[in-house]
């Protein structure tokens, strides 16, 4: 089954502390991942895409396929990047992107 | 702003009621997605259109259909609304079909009464 795990439904850290969102993920095929991230139930933006390997906001992560997952990092939080992260899967053979069910990421001054 | 329009912004019905929501895509995009966003069940996908023809179906429930226009524009018609339906209802597009990278709209708050 094709499948999106994010196991932390939060994550609490101080202000320039280290943060992982993890993701782990279940495809037969070449995956297509994507992070979106959604600031107080606003709309979901598009953060990363795997096959671009950018950094965008200090944020990176990296495909693992002998683990399946797809972690998001950052070195140094900030208190802007609180908000809610989802991981998402390119489902191809469905035709939709399936999310995880989020992690609410929490940045303490 | 994604190029997504969603309309209206908020929602305040009453039980029993059916209300529309509508959904227009970022020019050129083909596919267009609806998301259910409740507090305790997060994003659950719906139902996807691509240039008109339904595509995939999620956890939709039959109390709930929807339709792509010729003008690509979207509709999500909710009916005989239960109070468990109140959540935020996202559109998202893409211009391919196949769940390629998605923008989001602003979000419908329905609140049912």
């Known amino acids: 089954a094709q499948r999106v795990t994010q196991p932390e439904k939060l994550l609490s850290v101080f202000k320039g502390a280290p943060v992982e969102l993890k993701c782990n993920y279940s495809?037969?095929?070449?995956?297509?991942l994507f992070w979106y991230v959604q600031y107080s139930r606003q709309r979901l933006q598009l953060l990363l895409r795997?096959?671009s390997r950018e950094s965008i906001k200090g944020f990176t992560a990296d495909l693992n396929k002998g683990e399946t997952s797809f972690h998001l990092k950052k070195p140094f939080a900030q208190e802007e990047d609180s908000a809610m992260y989802y991981c998402a899967l390119n489902a191809r053979s469905q035709g939709n992107l399936i999310f995880g069910k989020g992690t609410k990421l929490s940045v303490k001054p | 702003d994604s190029g997504v329009t969603q309309t209206p912004k908020h929602l305040i019905t009453a039980t029993g009621q059916r209300v529309t929501l509508r959904c227009s895509p970022r020019s050129g995009d083909l596919s267009v997605y609806w998301y259910q966003q409740s507090l305790d069940q997060g994003l659950q996908f719906l139902i996807q259109y691509y240039n008109g023809e339904e595509r995939a179906k999620g956890n939709i429930l039959e109390r709930f259909s929807a339709q792509q226009f010729p003008d690509l524009h979207s509709e999500l018609n909710l009916s005989s609304l239960e109070l468990g339906d109140s959540a935020l209802y996202f559109c998202a597009s893409s211009a391919r079909q196949g769940g390629t990278e998605a923008f989001f709209g602003q979000g419908t708050r329905l609140t049912v009464v």
């Open positions: 495809y037969s095929g070449s995956p297509e």
């Open positions: 795997h096959i």
